[in-house]
C-alpha cells in the first residue's frame, strides 16, 4: 500500500517518501504499520470480527473511499503485547480483559436486539449499538463496567492506531518523524521542503474576531 496521497487538503504528502532519512529503529517501526496481513493473535473468532467493525466504526472508514487502515491489526498488537496506557480506571478491569469482555457484551447485545451477531446484523444496528454504549446513562453499569470507561477504552485504543498510520498523516499534512534530520523552518505557515500546502486553509479570522 502506498501512503501518498493526490486528494483531500494535502495533495501529494507522502509521509512514507521520507523513510529514507529515517534512522533504522524509526523506520522499522513505521513500515511494519503499513503491512497488513489480516492476521489477529489476541482476538480469535468472533471477537475479531466484532473487534474489526466496531472499531472500522470508531474511525469512520466503514464507507471511506481512501486506503484501508487495518486499526485492528495495530489494537491487537499492541493488547497482545500489554502495551497499555500505563492506567486503567479502578472501576475497570485491565484493559486486555475489558476488551474481551465488552466485544463480547457488544456481540450479546446485537443478538438479543436483532437475533444477529455483531458483525452480521448490519451496518446500521451496528452504528446504534456504538451509540448505545456512548450515551448509557452514567449512573447504570454496562455489562458490569462503566460506560464511560469503556467508551473511553474503545476510543483511546482506535485513535492511537488510526493517527499512528503514514496515510493518516498524508491526510492530516504530518510528513512524519524528522529525527535524525529535524525541522529547520520553524513558525507559523512556514513549511519544510517535504511538507505540502493546505489546498483548503481555513479562512482567517479579523484580528480581535473570537
Given at each position: 500500500?502506498?501512503?501518498s496521497?493526490?486528494?483531500?487538503r494535502?495533495?501529494?504528502?507522502d509521509?512514507?517518501?521520507?523513510r529514507?532519512?529515517?534512522?533504522?529503529?524509526?523506520?522499522?517501526?513505521?513500515?511494519?504499520?503499513?503491512?497488513?496481513?489480516?492476521?489477529?493473535h489476541?482476538?480469535?473468532?468472533?471477537e475479531?470480527?466484532?473487534?474489526?467493525?466496531?472499531?472500522?466504526?470508531?474511525?469512520?472508514?466503514?464507507?471511506?473511499?481512501?486506503?484501508?487502515?487495518?486499526?485492528?491489526?495495530?489494537?491487537?498488537?499492541?493488547?497482545?503485547?500489554?502495551?497499555?496506557d500505563?492506567?486503567?480506571?479502578d472501576?475497570?478491569?485491565?484493559?486486555?480483559?475489558?476488551?474481551?469482555?465488552?466485544?463480547?457484551?457488544?456481540?450479546?447485545?446485537?443478538?438479543?436486539?436483532?437475533?444477529s451477531?455483531?458483525?452480521?446484523?448490519?451496518?446500521?444496528?451496528?452504528?446504534?449499538?456504538?451509540?448505545?454504549?456512548?450515551?448509557?446513562?452514567?449512573?447504570?453499569?454496562?455489562?458490569?463496567?462503566p460506560?464511560?470507561a469503556?467508551?473511553?477504552?474503545?476510543?483511546?485504543?482506535?485513535?492511537?492506531a488510526f493517527?499512528?498510520?503514514?496515510?493518516?498523516?498524508?491526510?492530516i499534512?504530518?510528513a512524519?518523524?524528522?529525527y535524525p534530520?529535524?525541522?529547520?523552518?520553524?513558525g507559523?505557515?512556514?513549511?519544510?521542503?517535504?511538507?505540502?500546502?493546505?489546498?483548503?486553509?481555513?479562512?482567517r479570522?479579523?484580528?480581535?474576531q473570537?
Open positions: 500500500m502506498t501512503a496521497s493526490d486528494r483531500g494535502f495533495p501529494g504528502q509521509a512514507m517518501g521520507q529514507s532519512r529515517w534512522d533504522p529503529a524509526t523506520r522499522a517501526l513505521i513500515e511494519r504499520r503499513v503491512q497488513t496481513t489480516g492476521r489477529t489476541f482476538f480469535h473468532g468472533r475479531r470480527d466484532v473487534a474489526r467493525h466496531l472499531l472500522d466504526h470508531l474511525v469512520g472508514q466503514l464507507d471511506d473511499a481512501g486506503p484501508y487502515i487495518d486499526v485492528l491489526g495495530a489494537v491487537d498488537a499492541r493488547l497482545l503485547a500489554d502495551e497499555t500505563g492506567w486503567h480506571y472501576t475497570m478491569p485491565s484493559d486486555r480483559e475489558a476488551w474481551h469482555t465488552s466485544v463480547r457484551a457488544l456481540d450479546d447485545d446485537a443478538r438479543s436486539g436483532s437475533g451477531g455483531f458483525a452480521e446484523c448490519g451496518a446500521r444496528m451496528q452504528r446504534e449499538l456504538i451509540e448505545a454504549v456512548r450515551t448509557w446513562p452514567s449512573e447504570r453499569r454496562w455489562h458490569g463496567m460506560p464511560a469503556v467508551w473511553s477504552l474503545w476510543t483511546r485504543y482506535a485513535m492511537t493517527y499512528a498510520h503514514p496515510s493518516v498523516w498524508d491526510e499534512g504530518f512524519g518523524p524528522a534530520r529535524g525541522y529547520k523552518n520553524l507559523i505557515g512556514r513549511r519544510e521542503p517535504f511538507e505540502v500546502a493546505d489546498a483548503r486553509p481555513a479562512p479570522r479579523p484580528e480581535g473570537q
